[in-house]
């Protein structure tokens, strides 16, 4: 389930990443390729929109490049690769400030409905994710897609663990909460 | 078991077969922590990212992925920016005169001279981490709060004169000093910091301001003969205030200017 960059092992990136920093073309394609789709899996989910997904991958990129002397080999390399991504999101979304990111909750449960009822099945986690508020997406993304550590996603975030544990805590109450609002609303539906 | 237990458990990562007996029985009884579990479980494949995209990124990366020296380790910088702390205040108090050491008792010396060490090393620390993406640090902010609640205490308890003779006459000479002191410090520190990559520019500009506030502070205590209260715990600590407030204004327009050029 988890996706700590496709099938590689976290240490394994990391021995990219070490090779990346001493100039192999190889590697840096290798670790381009393994860790992107996490990354832009992180984009999308937040901005619920591929073209500024793309954008935002691609600028993280660049800032990853001018960063890579500051990675140590043999400290964790997804906090710190998710703290760079993390701030290019924060970097958009200031820019963007005027653009609404959040959902109203109110709304949640009918478009889960909406998303998982044609089908009478339940909505998946990318579903789900799009209606937490962004710090708890955030959290719950780097937890259980990105295949983080507790203490990794404190660093990424900039947080303790205590924080993130209450985070990730508040998003299943609302997760569960979303879940019961749209079985009650697909039962209601549902011819009997 | 509960659904609140049931969520300790997703935080620390089981969900699947390697479900505790209890918690298997209680998704089995409970209908939301059993779809709340399905739905976690539904994570499919990455998503695929544009070929398109992939290859400028490749151009954009691998064409300058010239070999790059590692950082040094963060102790290496903390004890450098220790190393210009402790430099910046003596020579700015050989500079001003150390009138202020003999008037001090001993007791007053080891408090004085103790805590202001311990906080410019934990301002060192915080300035240092700050320099590595995804490292864990304090925040500019808090080494800020930390250091004037503990320089406050410190004043009030080895100090006990509240007469406030000249007060403005001396205050102003006082903080024109340690700013002064202050300016090169910071100036030192930050030239060793932009090595790293700062993500968090307003409050590594706090930490960069505390310490170097720390260095005029310290060259003050060595300086200044004055050891009244009302003095001592404004126009000495006033230092550290403005060079907190002065970092972290700097590094809000780096962000901005940062957030404009990107």
Known sequence: ?192 | MTCHDMNGILISGHTGAELSADARQHIQTCAACRALVSSINSVDAPYAVDTALLERIRGSVLSSAAPVRPLAPTAVFAWAFVVIFGAIAYAGALRLGIHGLPVLTVIQRIAIFTVLLALAVLAAFTVARSMRPGARTLSGGIVFIIALIVEEAVFFSVFHDYRVGRFLHWGAGCLRSGLLCAIPAALLIWLLARRGYILAPISTGAAIGALAGMAGLTALELHCPIRTIPHVAIWHVGVLIISVAVGALIGWLARLRSSHSS
């Open chain 1, 1 to 192: 389930m988890e996706d700590p960059s496709s099938s590689r092992s976290k240490s394994s990136i990391e021995e990219l990443m070490a090779a990346y920093q001493s100039g192999d073309q190889k590697a840096a394609n290798a670790l381009i390729e393994c860790v992107s789709p996490a990354l832009y899996r992180f984009f999308a989910l937040h901005s619920g929109d591929r073209r500024h997904a793309d954008d935002l991958l691609q600028e993280t990129w660049i800032r990853i490049h001018k960063a890579r002397h500051t990675y140590r080999f043999g400290e964790p390399l997804l906090p710190w690769l998710y703290a760079i991504a993390r701030h290019v999101k924060i970097d958009a979304y200031r820019k963007r400030r005027h653009e609404r990111y959040e959902e109203p909750l109110k709304t949640a449960s009918d478009q889960l409905v909406a998303a998982a009822g044609d089908k009478n099945e339940l909505p998946d986690l990318d579903t789900l994710l799009q209606h937490l508020p962004a710090s708890q997406r955030e959290v719950i993304v780097m937890l259980k897609i990105s295949g983080l550590s507790l203490e990794e996603a404190a660093r990424a975030t900039s947080c303790s663990v205590g924080s993130v544990k209450q985070k990730a805590h508040r998003a299943y109450e609302k997760m569960r909460a979303l879940l019961a609002g749209s079985n009650d609303s697909t039962r209601q539906v549902e011819p009997t």
